[in-house]
């Protein structure tokens, strides 16, 4: 599987693809940052937004898109650019037939750190050892993105056969003979 991982913001907008199955090795495949000038309309912004991530699909083909999730911070203006970004993410992957899933950042520090509370050095010491890199990718976003997209990939899958599991005993149950 090979998942991009989206860290939404307006103004850095982490991008990194990772490919691998739960259980074996990772590996990176891309990461870098999408960048839009603070002084530049927002319209303007979330062109450059599309435009980037359009670029990583085209070049990456993932097979999935993991954005996280926006939290309601204190700044309502934070949170508004975040959710504008991430919408532009989830709208690029749905254009192209991808299943989109939102993670929340305590989801993603769990899986890849093993606690909830990591502060970002922690994730990128972690997103570092992971995909056996040389150093954490820089900046922060880029980090996050790959982290995104390794608790994905974890995530994903167990998520999946849950599914199948659940989809799998209902089609059982419907074809029981009633009592």
Same mark, same amino acid.
């Given at each position: 599987?090979?998942?991009?991982?989206? #860290?939404?913001?307006?103004?850095?907008?982490?991008?990194?693809?990772?490919?691998?199955?739960?259980? =074996?090795?990772?590996?990176?495949?891309?990461?870098?940052?999408?960048?839009?000038?603070? +002084?530049?309309?927002?319209? +303007?912004?979330?062109?450059?937004?599309?435009?980037?991530?359009?670029?990583?699909? +085209?070049?990456?083909?993932? #097979?999935?898109?993991?954005?996280?999730?926006?939290?309601?911070? *204190?700044?309502? !203006?934070?949170?508004?650019?975040?959710? %504008?970004?991430?919408?532009? $993410?989830?709208?690029?992957?749905?254009?192209?037939?991808?299943?989109? *899933?939102? *993670?929340?950042?305590?989801?993603?520090?769990?899986?890849?750190?093993?606690?909830?509370? $990591? #502060?970002?050095?922690?994730?990128?010491?972690?997103?570092?050892?992971?995909? =056996?890199?040389?150093?954490?990718?820089?900046?922060?976003?880029?980090? #996050?993105?790959?982290?995104?997209?390794?608790?994905?990939?974890?995530?994903?899958?167990?998520?999946?056969?849950? %599914? %199948?599991?659940?989809?799998? *005993?209902?089609?059982? !149950?419907?074809?029981?003979?009633? =009592?």
């Amino acid at each position: 599987m090979r998942v991009l991982g989206v #860290d939404p913001g307006l103004t850095r907008c982490g991008v990194g693809v990772v490919a691998g199955t739960a259980g =074996r090795p990772l590996t990176m495949a891309g990461v870098g940052v999408i960048r839009t000038p603070a +002084d530049a309309p927002i319209g +303007d912004r979330l062109v450059l937004i599309e435009r980037g991530l359009e670029e990583w699909l +085209d070049e990456h083909r993932p #097979d999935a898109v993991a954005v996280e999730r926006v939290f309601s911070q *204190h700044n309502v !203006r934070t949170v508004m650019g975040t959710a %504008q970004a991430s919408a532009v $993410a989830i709208l690029c992957a749905a254009r192209r037939g991808l299943p989109v *899933h939102l *993670h929340t950042p305590s989801e993603v520090k769990a899986a890849v750190t093993g606690s909830g509370r $990591a #502060d970002k050095a922690q994730v990128g010491q972690m997103v570092t050892r992971l995909l =056996r890199l040389d150093a954490p990718p820089k900046p922060a976003d880029a980090a #996050d993105a790959l982290a995104l997209a390794i608790c994905h990939i974890w995530r994903g899958a167990a998520a999946g056969r849950l %599914q %199948q599991a659940v989809a799998q *005993h209902r089609a059982v !149950r419907t074809q029981e003979p009633a =009592r």
